[in-house]
């Protein structure tokens, strides 16, 4: 351990600065008639997502990696608008834009559409960053744009194709009929970092591959009614119209499973709490998840999240 490892990694004034970003988003919300909750930040459960390693407690379950099955809970209990800003948790992401602990913001609109979350969305990084968001686009048109190849249509071996020629991915990496990751890592690593170069821009409707809780189109299931901002080339937030249908979202999860059986990774528990919530009546309703660590490393002119956390993954 080098001397002074003890040392905190952001400054006196980039505390300052955290401690300011939160009292903004709170203003925001609080004006925007969003009710500020606390739900438990270890579950008996953990979200069935290919994409998300949890945390395990011994004898307690898994720390959240979002607050989502818990205010899906509220909403179907009446809670109406409500959000919560705290930490949340991640195996297996630790680098330059990733911490396993990190600060999410998280809120759901019942009643709402998918663009109304949007607009709230670009108001609120309007309001914190000071720029006009730029023109909403599609996940197709960007993809194309970037690849030449069309998301929607294109056949799996063509994307692995894509991505190999190009060095994103070694010849084994990845299973070559995963449609599901060559879409994420083309994403990633080719057309994710063109994306909001001079203010934050949201991306629409993106491929249904990966979609859990989140429904799809009504006249293309292939679509999901999913978004995502980015600015300076980083992932800011992700929102959806989300899915209502308990039926669905158990067969859903059991799909994710399976699929991560199969992968040979650890397949936590159905969340059943969620699913009675959902039986019982989530009403329709559209939400987003914000990283707030990551916002105000942008907003303070950072290449990475180290600088805004008192004490990152390496020095905790």
């Known amino acids: ?42 579950s008996t459960a953990a979200p069935a997502e290919r994409g998300l390693q949890c945390m395990a407690v011994e004898r307690g379950g898994h720390l959240v990696p979002s607050p989502e099955h818990g205010l899906k809970r509220l909403l179907a209990a009446g809670a109406g608008p409500i959000y919560q800003m705290g930490p949340v948790f991640r195996a297996g992401e630790a680098g330059r834009w990733h911490n396993p602990e990190f600060c999410m913001l998280e809120w759901y609109r019942p009643r709402a559409a998918i663009d109304d979350i949007i607009e709230e969305t670009e108001a609120l990084l309007g309001a914190v960053t000071g720029l006009e968001c730029a023109p909403r686009t599609s996940y197709r048109a960007v993809f194309l744009s970037v690849t030449g190849l069309d998301p929607i249509e294109c056949a799996t071996d063509a994307l692995a194709a894509w991505a190999r020629q190009r060095d994103l991915a ?56 999913r978004f995502e901002c980015f600015w300076q080339g980083v992932e800011l937030a992700n929102g959806a119209q989300e899915l209502t249908a308990a039926a669905t979202a158990r067969e859903r999860m059991a799909r994710e499973q399976r699929l991560r059986r199969e992968a040979g990774r650890a397949v936590p528990p159905l969340d059943e709490k969620l699913l009675a919530a959902m039986t019982a009546g989530l009403p329709p309703c559209a939400g987003v998840a914000l990283g707030v660590d990551r916002l105000l490393a942008l907003v303070c002119g950072f290449d990475s999240l180290a600088p805004v956390l008192a004490f990152d993954w390496a020095r905790r």
């Open 170 to 225: 070694p010849a084994n990496m990845a299973d070559e009929h995963d449609r599901a990751f060559w879409l994420d890592l083309i994403m990633s690593l080719a057309v994710q970092p063109t994306l909001g170069e001079s203010a934050p821009i949201c991306v629409t409707d993106f491929p249904a591959e990966d979609a859990v809780l989140v429904e799809t189109h009504p006249d293309d299931d292939r679509v999901a009614r």
């Open 1 to 42: 351990m080098a001397d002074d490892d003890w040392r905190p990694g952001a400054s006196r004034a980039t505390l300052e600065r955290r401690a300011g970003l939160r009292a903004d988003i709170r203003h925001f919300m609080a004006a925007a008639g969003v009710l500020e909750v606390d739900t438990p930040l270890i």
